[in-house]
Protein backbone atom coordinates (compact mmCIF):
# COMPACT_ATOMS: atom_id res chain seq x y z
CA UNK A 1 0.00 0.00 0.00
CA UNK A 2 1.05 3.61 -0.91
CA UNK A 3 2.63 5.60 2.58
CA UNK A 4 4.06 8.44 0.93
CA UNK A 5 2.88 12.08 1.24
CA UNK A 6 -0.62 12.56 1.44
CA UNK A 7 -1.95 14.18 -2.05
CA UNK A 8 -3.10 17.31 0.01
CA UNK A 9 0.72 17.72 1.22
CA UNK A 10 1.58 16.82 -2.52
CA UNK A 11 -0.66 19.44 -3.49
CA UNK A 12 0.70 22.24 -0.93
CA UNK A 13 3.89 21.62 -2.26
CA UNK A 14 3.24 21.52 -5.64
CA UNK A 15 1.25 25.36 -5.31
CA UNK A 16 4.30 26.66 -3.48
CA UNK A 17 6.86 24.72 -4.77
CA UNK A 18 6.05 23.86 -8.67
CA UNK A 19 5.87 26.47 -11.38
CA UNK A 20 1.80 27.57 -11.73
CA UNK A 21 1.92 27.09 -15.32
CA UNK A 22 2.18 23.20 -14.60
CA UNK A 23 -1.41 22.46 -15.15
CA UNK A 24 -3.60 19.80 -13.78
CA UNK A 25 -6.82 17.93 -14.82
CA UNK A 26 -10.23 17.56 -12.71
CA UNK A 27 -11.37 19.53 -9.60
CA UNK A 28 -10.04 17.72 -7.49
CA UNK A 29 -6.32 17.11 -8.75
CA UNK A 30 -5.34 13.03 -9.11
CA UNK A 31 -2.54 12.09 -7.36
CA UNK A 32 -1.38 8.69 -9.25
CA UNK A 33 0.97 6.38 -7.54
CA UNK A 34 1.22 2.99 -9.21
CA UNK A 35 0.69 1.22 -13.13
CA UNK A 36 0.06 -1.39 -14.16
CA UNK A 37 -0.53 -1.95 -18.30
CA UNK A 38 -4.28 -0.19 -18.64
CA UNK A 39 -4.89 0.51 -15.06
CA UNK A 40 -3.45 3.45 -12.76
CA UNK A 41 -3.94 3.23 -8.56
CA UNK A 42 -4.15 6.59 -6.70
CA UNK A 43 -3.19 6.86 -2.99
CA UNK A 44 -6.02 5.31 -2.05
CA UNK A 45 -5.50 2.48 -3.43
CA UNK A 46 -8.51 3.37 -6.19
CA UNK A 47 -8.12 1.71 -10.03
CA UNK A 48 -8.43 3.58 -12.70
CA UNK A 49 -9.03 2.41 -16.40
CA UNK A 50 -6.60 4.81 -18.50
CA UNK A 51 -7.93 5.58 -21.49
CA UNK A 52 -5.63 8.37 -21.95
CA UNK A 53 -1.89 6.87 -21.43
CA UNK A 54 -0.67 9.81 -20.05
CA UNK A 55 -1.53 11.49 -23.11
CA UNK A 56 -1.63 8.67 -25.67
CA UNK A 57 2.24 8.26 -24.36
CA UNK A 58 2.03 4.70 -22.74
CA UNK A 59 2.07 3.05 -25.82
CA UNK A 60 2.23 -1.00 -24.69
CA UNK A 61 0.91 -0.43 -21.33
CA UNK A 62 2.57 0.91 -17.70
CA UNK A 63 4.91 -0.70 -16.57
CA UNK A 64 5.43 -3.07 -19.04
CA UNK A 65 8.01 -6.04 -17.74
CA UNK A 66 9.71 -6.32 -20.78
CA UNK A 67 10.04 -2.48 -20.83
CA UNK A 68 10.84 -1.97 -17.65
CA UNK A 69 13.30 -4.61 -16.98
CA UNK A 70 15.30 -2.88 -20.41
CA UNK A 71 15.28 0.08 -18.29
CA UNK A 72 16.26 -1.42 -15.08
CA UNK A 73 18.84 -3.52 -16.75
CA UNK A 74 20.13 -0.66 -18.56
CA UNK A 75 20.50 1.79 -15.76
CA UNK A 76 21.80 -0.46 -13.54
CA UNK A 77 24.89 -1.36 -16.20
CA UNK A 78 25.29 2.89 -17.83
CA UNK A 79 22.83 5.80 -17.41
CA UNK A 80 24.74 7.96 -19.29
CA UNK A 81 27.67 9.21 -21.51
CA UNK A 82 26.43 10.89 -24.06
CA UNK A 83 26.59 9.99 -27.78
CA UNK A 84 30.22 11.56 -28.14
CA UNK A 85 31.31 7.19 -27.21
CA UNK A 86 29.77 4.90 -29.40
CA UNK A 87 27.35 2.39 -27.29
CA UNK A 88 25.54 -0.40 -29.37
CA UNK A 89 21.56 0.09 -28.38
CA UNK A 90 21.96 3.66 -30.24
CA UNK A 91 23.04 1.85 -32.92
CA UNK A 92 20.73 -1.19 -32.61
CA UNK A 93 17.40 1.05 -32.43
CA UNK A 94 18.30 3.57 -35.06
CA UNK A 95 18.51 0.12 -37.18
CA UNK A 96 15.07 -1.15 -36.06
CA UNK A 97 13.11 1.90 -36.40
CA UNK A 98 14.42 2.19 -40.18
CA UNK A 99 13.18 -1.00 -41.01
CA UNK A 100 9.54 -0.13 -40.32
CA UNK A 101 9.47 2.93 -42.63
CA UNK A 102 7.24 2.24 -45.57
CA UNK A 103 9.38 1.01 -48.17
CA UNK A 104 9.87 3.98 -51.27
CA UNK A 105 10.56 2.59 -54.36
CA UNK A 106 10.99 5.74 -55.96
CA UNK A 107 13.17 7.54 -53.68
CA UNK A 108 16.20 6.92 -50.85
CA UNK A 109 14.68 4.83 -48.10
CA UNK A 110 13.52 7.10 -44.73
CA UNK A 111 16.75 5.33 -42.79
CA UNK A 112 18.61 8.15 -40.84
CA UNK A 113 17.37 8.99 -37.30
CA UNK A 114 18.16 12.03 -34.80
CA UNK A 115 17.33 11.11 -31.41
CA UNK A 116 16.29 14.12 -28.99
CA UNK A 117 13.98 13.67 -25.98
CA UNK A 118 10.69 15.49 -26.80
CA UNK A 119 8.44 15.64 -29.69
CA UNK A 120 8.56 19.76 -29.38
CA UNK A 121 12.25 19.18 -30.14
CA UNK A 122 12.09 16.58 -32.64
CA UNK A 123 9.64 18.98 -34.66
CA UNK A 124 12.70 21.83 -34.46
CA UNK A 125 14.90 19.17 -35.95
CA UNK A 126 12.98 18.56 -39.01
CA UNK A 127 12.06 22.06 -39.41
CA UNK A 128 15.90 22.75 -39.33
CA UNK A 129 16.58 20.12 -41.23
CA UNK A 130 14.07 21.44 -43.98
CA UNK A 131 15.39 24.96 -43.96
CA UNK A 132 18.95 23.59 -44.25
CA UNK A 133 18.29 21.14 -47.34
CA UNK A 134 15.63 23.59 -49.21
CA UNK A 135 17.26 26.80 -48.38
CA UNK A 136 13.84 28.31 -48.01
CA UNK A 137 12.65 29.39 -44.59
CA UNK A 138 8.85 29.30 -44.58
CA UNK A 139 6.82 26.44 -42.91
CA UNK A 140 3.10 25.95 -43.23
CA UNK A 141 1.08 24.26 -40.54
CA UNK A 142 -2.47 23.03 -40.18
CA UNK A 143 -4.66 24.83 -38.42
CA UNK A 144 -5.81 23.23 -35.03
CA UNK A 145 -2.16 21.69 -34.82
CA UNK A 146 -0.57 20.94 -32.00
CA UNK A 147 3.01 20.22 -32.62
CA UNK A 148 4.82 21.28 -29.27
CA UNK A 149 6.03 24.36 -26.82
CA UNK A 150 9.14 25.04 -27.92
CA UNK A 151 9.31 28.52 -29.79
CA UNK A 152 8.79 26.67 -33.24
CA UNK A 153 6.58 24.22 -32.43
CA UNK A 154 4.56 26.77 -30.66
CA UNK A 155 4.49 28.79 -34.04
CA UNK A 156 3.03 26.16 -36.04
CA UNK A 157 0.81 24.69 -33.41
CA UNK A 158 -2.59 26.81 -33.96
CA UNK A 159 -4.82 26.88 -31.31
CA UNK A 160 -4.51 30.50 -29.66
CA UNK A 161 -5.01 28.76 -26.00
CA UNK A 162 -1.36 27.42 -26.67
CA UNK A 163 0.33 30.84 -28.24
CA UNK A 164 2.34 32.96 -26.04
CA UNK A 165 1.43 36.51 -26.89
CA UNK A 166 4.79 37.40 -26.23
CA UNK A 167 6.65 34.76 -28.18
CA UNK A 168 8.28 35.25 -31.42
CA UNK A 169 7.09 32.95 -34.32
CA UNK A 170 7.98 34.46 -37.82
CA UNK A 171 8.45 32.38 -40.67
CA UNK A 172 5.33 30.13 -40.60
CA UNK A 173 1.61 30.69 -41.81
CA UNK A 174 -0.86 28.02 -41.75
CA UNK A 175 -3.35 26.51 -43.62
CA UNK A 176 -6.98 25.20 -43.15
CA UNK A 177 -7.08 21.17 -41.77
CA UNK A 178 -10.09 18.91 -43.24
CA UNK A 179 -11.65 18.96 -40.63
CA UNK A 180 -15.44 17.85 -41.80
CA UNK A 181 -17.31 18.17 -38.84
CA UNK A 182 -16.59 21.93 -38.64
CA UNK A 183 -15.60 22.22 -42.53
CA UNK A 184 -13.42 25.95 -42.13
CA UNK A 185 -14.75 26.54 -45.69
CA UNK A 186 -18.33 26.09 -44.50
CA UNK A 187 -18.31 22.90 -47.19
CA UNK A 188 -19.94 19.39 -47.10
CA UNK A 189 -17.31 16.28 -48.27
CA UNK A 190 -17.43 15.04 -51.05
CA UNK A 191 -19.26 17.92 -52.89
CA UNK A 192 -16.18 20.18 -51.30
CA UNK A 193 -13.76 18.35 -53.82
CA UNK A 194 -11.67 19.08 -50.91
CA UNK A 195 -10.80 22.41 -51.40
CA UNK A 196 -9.53 22.89 -47.86
CA UNK A 197 -6.43 20.78 -49.32
CA UNK A 198 -5.92 22.49 -52.21
CA UNK A 199 -6.24 25.76 -50.22
CA UNK A 200 -2.40 25.53 -49.19
CA UNK A 201 -1.95 26.89 -52.56
CA UNK A 202 -3.51 29.84 -51.84
CA UNK A 203 -1.29 30.42 -48.67
CA UNK A 204 1.98 29.33 -50.18
CA UNK A 205 1.48 32.28 -52.96
CA UNK A 206 -0.30 34.39 -51.11
CA UNK A 207 2.04 34.20 -47.62
CA UNK A 208 5.07 33.06 -48.43
CA UNK A 209 7.88 33.60 -51.35
CA UNK A 210 6.02 30.67 -52.99
CA UNK A 211 9.07 28.68 -52.37
CA UNK A 212 8.83 26.91 -48.77
CA UNK A 213 11.51 24.75 -46.33
CA UNK A 214 8.36 22.20 -45.23
CA UNK A 215 5.03 21.24 -44.21
CA UNK A 216 4.01 20.08 -40.85
CA UNK A 217 0.74 18.23 -40.47
CA UNK A 218 -0.61 15.37 -37.85
CA UNK A 219 -1.75 12.48 -39.76
CA UNK A 220 -5.11 12.65 -37.81
CA UNK A 221 -4.60 16.13 -35.13
CA UNK A 222 -4.11 14.46 -32.18
CA UNK A 223 -4.75 17.80 -29.49
CA UNK A 224 -7.16 19.22 -31.67
CA UNK A 225 -8.89 16.81 -31.29
CA UNK A 226 -8.55 13.23 -32.99
CA UNK A 227 -9.74 14.89 -36.32
CA UNK A 228 -9.67 12.99 -39.50
CA UNK A 229 -9.29 14.52 -42.82
CA UNK A 230 -10.55 13.50 -46.01
CA UNK A 231 -8.44 10.20 -47.07
CA UNK A 232 -7.30 11.97 -50.27
CA UNK A 233 -6.30 15.26 -48.11
CA UNK A 234 -2.70 14.79 -47.54
CA UNK A 235 -1.98 13.25 -50.80
CA UNK A 236 -3.35 16.58 -52.70
CA UNK A 237 -1.17 18.67 -49.88
CA UNK A 238 2.11 16.89 -50.42
CA UNK A 239 1.85 17.51 -54.23
CA UNK A 240 1.39 20.93 -53.97
CA UNK A 241 4.16 21.54 -51.31
CA UNK A 242 6.63 19.65 -53.19
CA UNK A 243 5.22 21.83 -56.05
CA UNK A 244 6.52 24.68 -54.24
CA UNK A 245 10.03 23.39 -53.24
CA UNK A 246 8.88 21.86 -49.80
CA UNK A 247 9.57 18.96 -47.82
CA UNK A 248 6.87 17.25 -46.24
CA UNK A 249 6.94 16.63 -42.44
CA UNK A 250 4.58 13.40 -40.71
CA UNK A 251 4.16 14.72 -37.34
CA UNK A 252 3.97 10.59 -36.18
CA UNK A 253 4.23 11.75 -32.04
CA UNK A 254 0.56 10.51 -31.15
CA UNK A 255 -0.41 8.30 -34.27
CA UNK A 256 2.73 6.26 -34.80
CA UNK A 257 3.74 2.65 -33.67
CA UNK A 258 0.34 1.26 -34.74
CA UNK A 259 -2.07 3.08 -33.09
CA UNK A 260 -4.32 3.88 -35.64
CA UNK A 261 -4.44 0.13 -36.25
CA UNK A 262 -4.10 -0.58 -39.88
CA UNK A 263 -1.02 0.57 -40.25
CA UNK A 264 2.44 1.14 -37.96
CA UNK A 265 2.53 4.93 -39.14
CA UNK A 266 -0.72 7.12 -39.14
CA UNK A 267 0.14 8.51 -42.09
CA UNK A 268 0.39 5.14 -44.17
CA UNK A 269 -3.91 5.77 -43.84
CA UNK A 270 -3.62 8.53 -46.33
CA UNK A 271 -1.44 6.66 -48.62
CA UNK A 272 1.65 9.49 -48.54
CA UNK A 273 5.04 9.40 -48.58
CA UNK A 274 6.98 11.83 -45.92
CA UNK A 275 10.31 13.27 -46.74
CA UNK A 276 10.72 13.23 -43.12
CA UNK A 277 8.95 11.65 -39.67
CA UNK A 278 8.92 12.74 -36.52
CA UNK A 279 7.92 10.60 -33.30
CA UNK A 280 7.75 11.20 -29.82
CA UNK A 281 5.15 10.16 -26.75
CA UNK A 282 4.47 6.20 -28.05
CA UNK A 283 8.10 5.58 -29.08
CA UNK A 284 9.24 4.76 -25.73
CA UNK A 285 6.17 3.99 -23.15
CA UNK A 286 6.82 6.85 -21.05
CA UNK A 287 10.98 7.05 -21.65
CA UNK A 288 11.54 11.33 -22.27
CA UNK A 289 12.87 9.92 -25.86
CA UNK A 290 11.43 11.35 -29.55
CA UNK A 291 13.32 10.41 -32.53
CA UNK A 292 13.04 12.48 -36.41
CA UNK A 293 13.54 10.01 -39.12
CA UNK A 294 14.62 11.44 -43.10
CA UNK A 295 16.65 10.34 -45.92
CA UNK A 296 20.57 10.39 -45.77
CA UNK A 297 20.99 13.62 -47.78
CA UNK A 298 18.04 15.50 -45.87
CA UNK A 299 19.63 13.68 -42.55
CA UNK A 300 23.16 15.37 -43.93
CA UNK A 301 21.75 18.52 -43.30
CA UNK A 302 22.32 18.60 -39.75
CA UNK A 303 26.46 18.40 -40.28
CA UNK A 304 26.39 21.87 -41.45
CA UNK A 305 26.91 23.11 -38.20
CA UNK A 306 28.13 20.96 -34.88
CA UNK A 307 24.75 19.83 -33.15
CA UNK A 308 24.13 18.44 -29.91
CA UNK A 309 21.74 17.13 -27.79
CA UNK A 310 22.82 16.01 -24.19
CA UNK A 311 20.34 13.44 -23.72
CA UNK A 312 19.56 12.67 -26.67
CA UNK A 313 20.49 9.26 -27.97
CA UNK A 314 21.07 8.31 -24.29
CA UNK A 315 21.60 4.45 -23.49
CA UNK A 316 18.13 4.21 -20.81
CA UNK A 317 16.01 5.87 -23.26
CA UNK A 318 17.19 3.85 -26.22
CA UNK A 319 16.84 0.56 -24.48
CA UNK A 320 13.41 1.73 -23.54
CA UNK A 321 12.34 2.35 -27.18
CA UNK A 322 14.13 -0.73 -28.25
CA UNK A 323 12.30 -2.96 -26.13
CA UNK A 324 8.84 -0.84 -26.96
CA UNK A 325 9.14 -1.76 -30.73
CA UNK A 326 9.85 -5.18 -29.70
CA UNK A 327 6.52 -5.80 -27.55
CA UNK A 328 4.39 -3.83 -30.42
CA UNK A 329 6.08 -7.21 -32.55
CA UNK A 330 5.29 -9.54 -30.08
CA UNK A 331 2.61 -8.88 -28.74
CA UNK A 332 0.41 -8.45 -31.83
CA UNK A 333 -0.30 -4.48 -30.41
CA UNK A 334 -1.23 -2.85 -33.58
CA UNK A 335 -3.86 -5.65 -34.38
CA UNK A 336 -5.40 -5.46 -31.06
CA UNK A 337 -4.95 -1.27 -31.90
CA UNK A 338 -7.35 -1.91 -35.09
CA UNK A 339 -9.67 -4.59 -33.27
CA UNK A 340 -10.75 -3.11 -30.36
CA UNK A 341 -10.88 0.20 -31.69
CA UNK A 342 -13.38 -1.21 -34.23
CA UNK A 343 -15.33 -1.80 -31.07
CA UNK A 344 -14.88 1.26 -29.66
CA UNK A 345 -15.98 3.30 -32.70
CA UNK A 346 -19.42 1.33 -33.14
CA UNK A 347 -20.21 1.44 -29.37
CA UNK A 348 -19.26 5.12 -29.71
CA UNK A 349 -21.85 5.36 -32.45
CA UNK A 350 -24.06 3.41 -31.02
CA UNK A 351 -23.96 6.24 -27.71
CA UNK A 352 -24.69 9.59 -30.67
CA UNK A 353 -28.27 7.83 -31.64
CA UNK A 354 -29.11 8.17 -27.65
CA UNK A 355 -27.27 11.20 -26.56
CA UNK A 356 -28.17 14.25 -27.82
CA UNK A 357 -25.05 15.56 -26.44
CA UNK A 358 -22.70 13.91 -28.94
CA UNK A 359 -22.33 15.90 -32.07
CA UNK A 360 -19.75 13.09 -33.51
CA UNK A 361 -17.61 10.20 -33.51
CA UNK A 362 -14.08 9.73 -35.38
CA UNK A 363 -10.97 8.48 -35.36
CA UNK A 364 -8.82 5.45 -36.10
CA UNK A 365 -7.89 2.40 -33.80
CA UNK A 366 -7.46 3.57 -30.77
CA UNK A 367 -6.96 7.38 -31.91
CA UNK A 368 -10.31 8.31 -30.75
CA UNK A 369 -12.26 11.49 -30.44
CA UNK A 370 -16.22 12.45 -29.42
CA UNK A 371 -16.93 15.68 -29.86
CA UNK A 372 -19.61 17.13 -27.53
CA UNK A 373 -21.95 19.87 -28.84
CA UNK A 374 -24.82 21.64 -26.81
CA UNK A 375 -26.84 21.77 -30.00
CA UNK A 376 -26.39 19.52 -33.33
CA UNK A 377 -27.70 21.79 -35.67
CA UNK A 378 -25.50 25.44 -34.37
CA UNK A 379 -22.84 22.81 -33.15
CA UNK A 380 -21.89 24.98 -30.09
CA UNK A 381 -18.91 23.01 -28.38
CA UNK A 382 -20.46 21.60 -25.10
CA UNK A 383 -17.04 22.63 -22.97
CA UNK A 384 -18.67 22.26 -19.60
CA UNK A 385 -20.32 19.07 -20.39
CA UNK A 386 -17.04 17.77 -21.45
CA UNK A 387 -15.59 18.77 -18.15
CA UNK A 388 -18.15 17.46 -16.61
CA UNK A 389 -18.16 14.22 -18.27
CA UNK A 390 -14.41 14.04 -17.07
CA UNK A 391 -15.30 14.38 -13.33
CA UNK A 392 -18.01 11.72 -13.58
CA UNK A 393 -15.65 9.14 -15.71
CA UNK A 394 -13.08 9.46 -13.26
CA UNK A 395 -15.26 8.54 -9.88
CA UNK A 396 -16.34 5.85 -11.36
CA UNK A 397 -12.49 4.93 -12.47
CA UNK A 398 -12.16 5.43 -15.95
CA UNK A 399 -9.87 8.41 -17.24
CA UNK A 400 -10.62 10.32 -20.61
CA UNK A 401 -8.67 12.96 -21.88
CA UNK A 402 -10.34 16.05 -23.96
CA UNK A 403 -9.26 17.80 -26.94
CA UNK A 404 -10.31 20.82 -29.69
CA UNK A 405 -9.72 24.57 -28.88
CA UNK A 406 -13.36 24.61 -27.21
CA UNK A 407 -11.96 21.69 -25.18
CA UNK A 408 -15.15 20.25 -26.17
CA UNK A 409 -13.86 17.16 -27.63
CA UNK A 410 -13.14 13.66 -25.56
CA UNK A 411 -10.08 11.84 -26.17
CA UNK A 412 -9.66 8.48 -25.83
CA UNK A 413 -6.61 7.05 -26.45
CA UNK A 414 -5.72 4.25 -23.87
CA UNK A 415 -2.70 1.89 -23.51
CA UNK A 416 -2.80 -0.30 -26.77
CA UNK A 417 -3.01 -3.82 -24.58
CA UNK A 418 -6.74 -2.58 -23.32
CA UNK A 419 -9.01 -5.46 -23.75
CA UNK A 420 -12.65 -5.96 -25.24
CA UNK A 421 -13.74 -5.94 -21.11
CA UNK A 422 -12.35 -2.70 -20.91
CA UNK A 423 -13.89 -1.37 -23.69
CA UNK A 424 -17.17 -2.41 -22.80
CA UNK A 425 -16.69 -1.02 -18.83
CA UNK A 426 -15.34 2.12 -20.95
CA UNK A 427 -18.82 2.52 -23.04
CA UNK A 428 -20.96 1.97 -20.22
CA UNK A 429 -18.88 4.32 -18.12
CA UNK A 430 -19.60 6.86 -20.67
CA UNK A 431 -23.32 6.14 -21.20
CA UNK A 432 -23.87 6.41 -17.70
CA UNK A 433 -22.27 9.22 -16.96
CA UNK A 434 -23.78 11.18 -20.40
CA UNK A 435 -27.02 9.85 -18.71
CA UNK A 436 -26.92 11.81 -15.88
CA UNK A 437 -25.62 15.27 -17.66
CA UNK A 438 -28.31 15.22 -19.50
CA UNK A 439 -30.82 14.75 -16.43
N1 LIG B 1 3.48 16.80 -31.74
C1 LIG B 1 2.30 16.30 -31.35
C2 LIG B 1 1.35 15.79 -32.40
C3 LIG B 1 1.96 16.25 -30.00
O1 LIG B 1 0.79 15.76 -29.62
C4 LIG B 1 2.88 16.72 -29.05
C5 LIG B 1 2.59 16.68 -27.56
N2 LIG B 1 1.26 16.73 -27.20
C6 LIG B 1 4.10 17.25 -29.50
C7 LIG B 1 4.36 17.26 -30.85
C8 LIG B 1 5.11 17.79 -28.55
O2 LIG B 1 5.70 16.78 -27.83
P1 LIG B 1 6.43 17.07 -26.43
O3 LIG B 1 5.37 17.42 -25.44
O4 LIG B 1 7.11 15.75 -26.15
O5 LIG B 1 7.40 18.16 -26.67
Known sequence: AYDGPSRDEVLALRHQYVNPGVLTYYREPLMV??????????????????????????????????????????????????????????????????????????????????????????????????????????????????????TTAMGMTAHGTWKFPSNPQSGITHSVPGYCYRCPLGLQYPSCDVKCAHDIKNVIEY??????????GEPIQGVGGAVVPPPEFFSIVYDIVRQHGGLCIADEVQGGFGRTGKHYWSHQNWGVRPDIITMAKGIGNGAPLAAVTSTGPVASTMTNRIHFNTFGGNPVSMAAGLATMEVIDAEGIQENAAAIGDLLI???????????????????????????????????????????????????????????????????????????????????TIDQCLSEIAN
Request: hydrophobic fraction near 40%; include cysteine; charge should be neutral.
Open 207 to 216: QTPGQIACFI
Open 33 to 150: VEGNMQYLWDETGKRYLDAFAGIVTVSVGHCHPHVAQAVKAQAGRLQHTTTIYLHPTIAEFAAKLASKMPANPDGLPLDRTYFTNSGSEANEIAVLMSREFTGNQDVVALRNGYHGGT
Open 346 to 428: GGLTELKDKHALIGDVRGLGLMLGVELVKDRKTKEPASDAAAELMERAKQRGLILGKGGLHGNTMRIKPPMCITKDDAQFLLA
